[in-house]
């Protein structure tokens, strides 16, 4: 039974490696659908993890937890990877997903409320910090009618409000301290330190290791498609167009993300505190924790 609830709830996630319908499907959506797509849709396989699997069946859990968080861990580095060989912006965004929803998954595969608790920011953090990665990625696509790098630069220079949003969400989604995206992935890294008692410390050590190898290798592809994108000189089909910032209407769908990264990155509380009862009381009666 927790074979078959595993693998319909990795498929949705996505785990490594049933994850390949997720970039086909990102790069084929409209923004819209891709904004919804990452910021919402995903999170149904982890939170049945969370709500359906560990409650019903926790000894299987234990069982399976060892595997889920080698699975875990070869997503965040083939998460990574992947996004270093990608031409595409908005598909370099998807492959992203697969990484971050792997720091998800490592922090549930430790069974205690700290990783569960990084999961669920992981969760919200990554619907509001990648759901805007999209919303910039369409809106530069609908002014250069292109997503390759390639071609992009200087873009900065072009439409700086557009591209200090893109950056600053880039920043949010490596998790940089102070913005949403570091609970999730710091937290994920504590709880494989120390997972619930009787699983191998081994195991989720070794995963606490590659995993923060992982978030170097977030960084690096981060921080490359910035280059490639943001900084720069403007390229020559570029110099002649009349290429408009982000206008009133955008701003008024991304200005209360941007927020929203910065409030939970320096307030987590805004999360933990709806949460961390109901996780408390879920490892308790589930583990004995």
């Given at each position: ?10 498929v949705?996630?996505?785990m ?5 319908w ?16 990452a ?17 019903i ?35 370099l ?9 792997g ?11 700290i ?5 669920v ?5 990554h ?13 530069m696509?609908?002014r250069?009618?292109?997503r390759?790098?390639?071609r ?10 557009l ?19 570091f ?12 997972p619930?008692d009787g ?21 690096g ?9 943001n ?43 709806a949460?961390?009862?109901a ?11």
């Open positions: 039974m927790f074979a078959a609830l595993f693998l319909g709830f990795a949705k996630v996505p490594w490696p049933l994850h390949t997720l970039p086909d499907a990102h790069t084929a959506a409209p923004t819209v659908g891709s904004v919804l797509l910021a919402i849709l995903l999170k149904l396989g982890s939170y049945g993890f969370i709500r359906i699997s560990l409650p069946l926790p000894e299987q859990a234990q069982q399976w937890a060892p595997y889920i968080a080698i699975l875990a861990v070869i997503a965040i580095i083939y998460g990574s990877l992947a996004c270093l060989a990608q031409t595409d912006m908005k598909r965004i998807a492959f992203s997903s697969v990484g971050h929803m720091f998800v998954m490592l922090g549930i595969s430790t069974l205690t409320d990783g569960i608790n990084a999961a920011i992981g969760m919200v953090a619907g509001v910090i990648t759901g805007l990665l999209f919303f910039v990625a369409g809106s696509s609908h250069y009618h292109t390759e790098m390639a992009l630069g200087g873009n900065q220079k072009l439409m700086p409000v591209g200090g949003i893109l950056a600053f969400t880039a920043m949010a989604s490596l998790g940089l301290p102070g913005l949403a995206g609970w999730g992935e710091f937290m994920a890294l504590l709880g494989a330190f120390q619930l699983l191998s410390l081994g195991v989720f050590r070794s995963a606490m290791v590659i995993g923060a190898v992982g978030t170097v290798l977030t960084a592809y981060l921080l490359w498609m910035l280059q490639r994108v900084l720069g000189e403007v390229p020559e089909e570029w110099k002649d167009k009349e290429l408009h910032d982000a206008d009133r209407y955008e701003l008024a769908a991304w200005v209360p993300l941007v927020l929203a990264i910065l409030a939970i990155g320096v307030f987590p509380k805004i999360v933990f505190g949460t961390t009862d996780v408390v009381h879920l490892v308790k009666s589930a583990f004995g924790g």
